[in-house]
């Protein structure tokens, strides 16, 4: 069975610095594209940062361009570290993969995780 887990949210002040890790469990994701979606409380979905292994990436939502960097291993891990946070930035991560980038971006990844919060306070 395929999972991805996420770990490393929490509560952090304007600011601050956080990571958040994913681990995927099951069939190889060497040959995914991994990333993070985010959830903030009344908006929908979206796409936050992605990477392949083919190629493709490292590419950031304009939100967080310049503040978070997104890095994986070539099997199973992937790292999303967050730099001055702000409470806008206040929301559940996910972690996402997909055999497809362009699907990943989009927001219609195949695997999710369940989501770690992230909160900033002001």
């Known amino acids: 069975q395929v999972q991805l887990v996420e770990s490393g949210g929490g509560l952090v002040k304007t600011g601050s610095s956080l990571r958040v890790s994913c681990t995927a469990s099951g069939p190889t994701f060497s040959g995914y594209a991994m990333g993070w979606c985010r959830q903030s409380p009344g908006k929908e979905r979206e796409f936050v940062a992605g990477?392949?292994?083919?190629?493709?990436?490292p590419y950031y939502a304009d939100s967080v361009k310049g503040r978070f960097t997104i890095s994986r291993d070539n099997a199973t891990t992937v790292w999303l570290e967050m730099n001055s946070l702000t409470p806008e930035d206040t929301a559940v991560y996910y972690c996402v993969a997909d055999l497809n980038y362009s699907t990943l971006v989009d927001v219609r990844a195949y695997y999710w995780g369940q989501g770690t919060q992230v909160t900033v306070s002001s």
């Open positions: 990477i392949s292994t083919r190629g493709n990436g």
